[in-house]
């Protein structure tokens, strides 16, 4: 399913990208500038994030484990200034301390285990460096939407990349060893309401 999942990824989001992703995405890749000259972003899927690098960045990785979402990253012509890796978020081709910036968006719900992708990026990560998060998470505030994402989510995933609802994305973070800096929780709009809680903010390795 991973050609079609790839095919279809962009149209389906595209009325929640312009309702409030591509805003978030803005804000929070807005302060690398100052927090980073070595940044890898994991699960970049077909670029969203992309155009919003600085070009003053002194390298940009971008990976995924998808050959068929690779396809599509590499036919963007902003990307020419990046390296492009196909890579599983579990295990990082990279050396201890070599980021200063590690980005996920939308990638931790469907990565098959988030302890060993965490791990993997604090590894990666320099001590005080940035993990900038995005992702959508379990509505463990909203039970009866929570216990629609406990009957949906065995074919969910199978559907959808192998993307699971019920996450508790922000727990996984901090037993990863990350304090955050900044947390939001907020209802990602015009998208299915199985998939509408999300957190997003900064975190950081000791």
Request: a negative charge.
């Given at each position: 399913m991973s050609w079609l999942f790839a095919t279809v990824?962009?149209?389906?989001m595209r009325r929640t990208e312009e309702a409030c992703l591509a805003e978030w995405r803005r804000d929070l890749l807005g302060a690398l500038p100052e927090r980073a000259g070595r940044v890898l972003e994991i699960g970049a899927g077909t670029g969203a994030n992309v155009a919003l690098y600085p070009r003053t960045l002194e390298r940009l990785v971008l990976?995924?484990?998808?050959?068929?979402?690779?396809?599509?990253?590499?036919?963007?012509?902003?990307?020419?200034?990046?390296?492009?890796?196909?890579?599983?978020?579990?295990?990082?081709p990279f050396e201890d301390a070599s980021f200063d910036a590690?980005?996920?968006t939308l990638v931790l719900c469907s990565v098959p285990d988030p302890m060993a992708a965490l791990g993997e990026i604090r590894r990666v990560l320099r001590p005080g460096g940035a993990l900038i998060f995005l992702e959508h998470v379990a509505a463990e505030d909203a039970p009866a939407r929570l216990r629609w994402q406990r009957r949906i989510e065995p074919l969910w995933s199978r559907l959808a990349g192998n993307c699971h609802l019920t996450r508790d994305t922000a727990s996984a973070i901090e037993r990863a060893g990350f304090t955050f800096e900044t947390l939001t929780r907020e209802s990602m709009r015009k998208s299915l309401p199985i998939v509408r809680p999300t957190i997003r903010g900064v975190a950081r390795k000791p």
């Open positions: 990824y962009d149209p389906f990976t995924d484990a998808d050959e068929h979402m690779l396809v599509r990253l590499r036919r963007r012509p902003d990307t020419a200034h990046a390296e492009i890796v196909r890579a599983s978020a579990g295990a990082l590690v980005v996920s």
